[in-house]
């Protein structure tokens, strides 16, 4: 186990000139020694990049990796001590399932008691146990995906257990049941775990902290509740949440802003460096105002959808659409209405350049 | 037949072209030779039907026994080399780019030879006098020459097998290499396996398929090699490298026995058939019985 800290950037290309050359722009990261993290992010954004790069299957271009302090950026996975679950199950045909889990323990020459013993706990923590003795080859992919994850927490000495979207092949129900069993798993063992997913709702319930990624940049890194309640990049906004942060161009001015030529007035203590900035607010923060309460703008209803446990509404404001999430226990507005919807609000977020703007003096 | 569904029936003239396809390409050829076997024609108007005593005869020849008992050894030397040396090419092939492309067709170059050819080639290449080997063995003090000495003969044409037909057996190997995702690999640094290990336990089980498929391809061709030892040894010094097929040859052609010969060559057909079911049943147990490494 160990503290992991990046300092790095990588490029596929040889002499990377623009962001775009770059798979991974420099980034500065830690995870603690004992946490679940998650790398969530669409595909192409860099996290099996930086996965990689942590386990040592890829050196970055530049940069160093440490371990505890310990520079590892050119050490071979085995050095370092890494486990990995690949996205597709990688199993090894002609064994048993008991040697497939032994097979890391073996190779590292670890006793045959220890390894039994080893191989007997990770096996009933995976209800693979009465499958120990079968060949791997004639089970389901979900079970060799098991099998898989066995071999990456069977060595108990490792500095990280990494998880490239492991769960994808296996179907949905167990997909749940797998998850909640890694994240006991995670209690059990103390390993640190670093999940890559692009399910937002996966890397939210099983991870301590989730490091949001987009286009080779690490955008924020958080809890669960900072990346909904304070995206610190408008690309989490709109990535985290279903639907994602509705965003308006604005212009802040002493104790407001402007939205579509309207001045809207900040409430509590909020003050913002003038000039164009970006608001955002999430669906489930967007309410309905009262027409002339200085937060509210007119909208027209263009959509109504009912989700079952609320209604989700779809609002034109000045050629800008806006979802919002209304409890199923007050009648919804119809289509064609004009809604005041309430845009400032404590969990009005503004954005400039896409970064979040801390409106706080 | 009664039949409830009679729309069945007309899928007989859907397999009918394929069943006329085999019958003139297989099947009638094949009874012509059953025909010939059991009967003794002396000529088109005088033929007697013999039963199995040209089977009788043919099974207690013995130059035939040394011809079948000269196969064997000469079809295992094949494999026993063939295989082992054409996984190592294959292993050592670069994976990709500019070089995999010319290796590939360096490799694939013998296969493009006509087999006579291979055999003329391999004739001037031993000749003593003028080829290539055969002076420099010369040189060296090896008193080679493959028309006179019989252990020389049976190497080279064993050899010049090997030459000629071991990048198939490379090329289906690498096809089988180049079909693991590298996720295996990757897996296996992380878990810490030797290459040996990876080797055992990753790209042998999963060329498993083509490797199967390049034994009995080596199988069924060597044990029906003609042409190449033809051109090079003619079959001789004596009887040195005469392999079943140029013994049949000689028999059906040559000496016109074609009562013998036609049972000759349902005997061979067979003998390819069964060696192919126990090598490819052989092949198909290996790595799947449950406990094969013995430490679960």
């Known amino acids: 186990m160990a503290l992991i800290e990046l300092d790095l950037a990588h490029a596929y290309v040889p002499n990377p000139r623009s962001d775009d050359d770059y798979a991974l722009l420099p980034l500065k990261m830690a995870f603690r020694d004992g946490g679940a993290y998650a790398l969530l992010g669409p595909s192409g954004c860099g996290k099996t990049t930086m996965l990689n790069i942590i386990s040592g299957l890829l050196v970055p271009s530049q940069g160093t990796v440490r371990f505890d302090g310990r520079d590892v950026t050119r050490d071979s996975p085995q050095r370092r001590n890494i486990a990995q679950v690949f996205q597709f199950p990688v199993i090894y045909d002609t064994m048993t399932v008991a040697q497939n889990l032994a097979f890391p323990l073996r190779n590292r020459k670890v006793p045959e008691a220890e390894i039994r013993q080893r191989v007997g706990r990770i096996a009933e923590m995976l209800e693979l146990s009465g499958q120990l003795d079968h060949r791997a080859a004639g089970l389901s992919a979900d079970q060799k995906q098991k099998i898989s994850l066995g071999r990456g927490l069977v060595r108990s000495d490792v500095s990280a257990v990494l998880f490239d979207e492991p769960l994808t092949v296996i179907d949905p129900h167990l997909k749940w049941q797998l998850r909640r069993k890694l994240k006991q798993i995670h209690h059990e063992l103390k390993l640190t775990l670093i999940y890559v997913t692009h399910d937002q709702v996966e890397a939210l319930t099983f991870a301590d902290e989730v490091v949001v990624m987009s286009r080779g940049r690490a955008v924020q890194k958080g809890a669960a509740e900072d990346l909904f309640e304070r995206p610190a990049h408008t690309f989490v906004g709109h990535f985290i949440g279903s639907p994602g942060m509705n965003f308006l161009p604005a212009q802040a001015v002493r104790g407001g802003v402007l939205v579509n030529e309207q001045p809207l007035a900040f409430q509590e203590d909020r003050r913002l460096p003038e000039g164009p900035v970006k608001l955002g607010i999430r669906p489930e923060y967007l309410r309905m105002g009262q027409p002339g309460d200085g937060r509210s703008l007119p909208a027209r209803v263009s959509r109504v959808q009912d989700i079952g446990t609320y209604f989700l509404l779809t609002c034109e404001l000045g050629g800008h659409t806006l979802k919002s999430r209304l409890g199923a226990e007050a009648a919804p507005p119809s289509v064609g209405d004009t809604v005041h919807l309430r845009l400032l609000d404590a969990h009005t977020c503004f954005y400039r350049d896409e970064q979040l703007v801390e409106g706080t003096a | ?296």
């Open chain 2, 1 to 296: 037949m009664t039949n409830h569904k009679p729309v069945n029936q007309k899928a007989w003239w859907l397999v009918l072209p394929v069943i006329l396809c085999v019958a003139f390409s297989a099947v009638l050829p094949l009874m012509t030779v059953v025909n010939y076997s059991v009967q003794d024609i002396i000529s088109p108007q005088r033929r007697v039907f013999v039963g199995t005593e040209w089977f009788v005869m043919v099974m207690r020849d013995t130059e035939l026994h040394l011809a079948l008992w000269r196969q064997i050894q000469f079809s295992l030397a094949v494999l026993l080399i063939e295989i082992p040396l054409g996984i190592a090419l294959a292993l050592s092939m670069p994976a990709a780019g500019w070089r995999a492309s010319v290796v590939l067709v360096i490799v694939a170059l013998s296969l493009l030879i006509p087999w006579n050819v291979v055999g003329t080639i391999w004739q001037i290449f031993g000749r003593s006098d003028i080829g290539l080997l055969g002076h420099t063995l010369l040189k060296l003090g090896v008193d080679y020459s493959y028309t006179g000495n019989p252990q020389h003969a049976w190497w080279t044409v064993l050899i010049m097998d090997v030459w000629h037909w071991t990048p198939l057996v490379a090329l289906l190997a690498y096809a089988g290499l180049r079909s693991i995702p590298d996720a295996y690999y990757q897996a296996a640094r992380i878990d810490g396996a030797s290459q040996w290990a990876v080797f055992r336990y990753i790209q042998l089980p999963k060329m498993r398929g083509v490797l199967m498929i390049a034994v009995l391809l080596r199988f069924m061709d060597s044990f029906m090699i003609y042409t190449e030892p033809f051109v090079l040894t003619g079959g001789g010094p004596g009887n040195a490298t005469t392999f079943l097929s140029q013994y049949l040859t000689t028999k059906a052609v040559g000496q016109f026995d074609l009562g013998p010969a036609a049972a000759f060559s349902l005997i061979y057909f067979f003998i390819i058939l069964l060696f192919c079911f126990v090598l490819y049943n052989w092949m198909q147990s290996l790595g799947t019985s449950d406990k094969e490494q013995g430490h679960a």
